[in-house]
């Protein structure tokens, strides 16, 4: 027999349910916000060729000696990279060519490292897919734009991209030396285009 009582309490229960089902719904999931820390030992990896390559002849990496990113409401809205320039090295096992090609990157040749130690990266914006940032090496600054693949979450940030760089731009010596050959020789000459290769985490410091 159904009674009364049943039906009041079927009633009840039928409108806590919608109660709690709206409840939910108007629950608005917080934007992520905070300063992210690259993982110690992150590197990025370059890799350069002459113009008469097809594939790199040499690839290395550069230490990041600090980083961090900077997160405002799901984007990302600034951060600085240093880089390591006395960690410059080429893959592989070393021998007297990369050690003698280490020094070279290292010396008045390219990296000036005894008086620019470090060569540096702030980012001004990430849009669409696209990092813009000013990046300083030689004391010398330029603004680049590449593509970048980003992943945040609340706790970490991983980030990828691959790119092309004209180090011309630099004033290298053994760049600009090697700009100014004739046609005929320049095939054999180190290309100024070089390619990076960032594959990177960062992690938000525990609250």
């Keep these: 027999m159904l009674t009364l009582s049943t039906i009041a309490f079927s009633s009840c229960g039928e409108k ?8 939910t719904e108007n629950v608005e999931v917080a934007k992520l916000s ?103 090496v030689l004391g010398i600054s330029k603004d680049v734009s590449f593509p970048i693949e980003m992943n945040i979450s609340a706790e970490s940030i991983a980030a990828k991209a691959n790119f092309d760089l004209n180090m011309l731009q630099f004033n290298l010596p053994y760049l600009l030396e090697q700009d100014t050959l004739p046609e005929a020789e320049k095939m054999e000459s180190t290309n100024p285009t070089v390619t990076f290769q960032l594959d990177i985490s960062a992690s938000q410091a525990a609250h």
């Design 34 to 136: 905070g300063t992210y820390h690259v993982a110690e030992s992150s590197v990025i990896t370059w890799s350069a060729q002459s113009y008469k390559d097809t594939v790199p002849e040499h690839v290395g990496t550069v230490a990041i000696s600090a980083g961090s990113i900077v997160v405002e409401n799901d984007a990302i809205v600034g951060g600085e990279f240093s880089f390591d320039m006395a960690s410059i090295l080429e893959s592989g096992e070393p021998d007297k060519y990369t050690v003698m090609l280490q020094n070279h990157l290292m010396d008045t040749s390219f990296f000036f490292v005894a008086d620019f130690a470090t060569s540096s990266f702030t980012i001004t914006n990430v849009t669409d897919g696209v990092l813009t940032g000013s990046l300083n």
């Design 16 to 23: 806590d349910t919608e109660t709690e089902v709206t409840a």
